[in-house]
């Protein structure tokens, strides 16, 4: 994947940089099929900062040797940035929700900066789980979700949300409206990428 970044629509001056992360702030990207595997290249910014990250991959996409070339081509050893990465995976909608609402007690024990979600709400469009216990799961998501709001944390959720056929796309709307900034990516000729901005919450002073 290039890291090319081709213009999106016309935007107001001084537009954040898309490859950082709004501090305190829940970000949504979606809108191209390769945003589970973006969501690695946000990484080295944040790790060469020596910030943690608490990655859930509803994907199952995370990938050690990824992280490890990125580290490599910095000049450092894979355990530099793995050291500051902690992974959960989740297989089920429930197993997501579970992760997303055990967040809290992860923090005690470890102090993480940043939190990566993937495949929110894609893996509650499951057609083997039944509608109701669906959206009641991903309802209990969006409530943990809002718990953390108080938390010096940035949260971002990468989500493949538009290339599924399903009747539960109002999932997305409703992570859509929770979302403080939300970053619209779209694939540009040559491995390009182009990064609208829907949405962008300024950020209260404490």
């Known amino acids: 994947m290039s890291l090319c970044i081709a213009a999106g629509k016309p935007q107001q001056p001084a537009t954040p940089n898309p490859w950082i992360l709004p501090e305190r702030s829940l970000t949504v ?10 969501s690695h290249y946000f990484l080295p910014r944040i790790l060469l900062h020596q910030k943690r990250v608490l990655y859930l991959d509803g994907a199952n996409q995370i990938s050690p040797l990824l992280i490890a070339r990125f580290a490599r081509a910095r000049g450092l050893e894979p355990s530099a940035f793995n050291n500051l990465i902690r992974t959960a995976r989740a297989f089920t909608c429930f197993q997501l929700t579970e992760l997303i609402r055990r967040v809290p007690k992860v923090l005690a024990t ?7 979600i993937t495949a929110l709400p894609d893996l ?13 799961s991903f309802e209990h998501a969006l409530e943990g979700l809002q718990q953390l709001a108080p938390l ?9 949300a538009t290339s599924f056929t399903t009747r539960r796309h109002d999932f997305l709307k409703k992570l859509r409206n929770q979302a403080d900034h939300i970053l619209k990516v779209e694939s540009g000729p040559e491995s390009s990428l182009s990064f609208t901005r829907e949405k962008n919450t300024p950020l209260l002073s404490a």
Not at 29 to 38: A, S
Not at 124 to 136: I, K, M
Not at 152 to 160: E, K, M, R, T
Request: proline share 5%; glycine share 2%.
């Open 29 to 38: 990207l979606y809108g191209c099929p390769e945003i589970q595997r973006l």
């Open 110 to 116: 470890f102090s993480a900066d940043v939190l990566i």
């Open 124 to 136: 509650y469009f499951d057609e083997d789980v039944q509608d109701r216990p669906a959206r009641a």
């Open 152 to 160: 010096q944390l940035s949260i971002a959720v990468f989500s493949d």
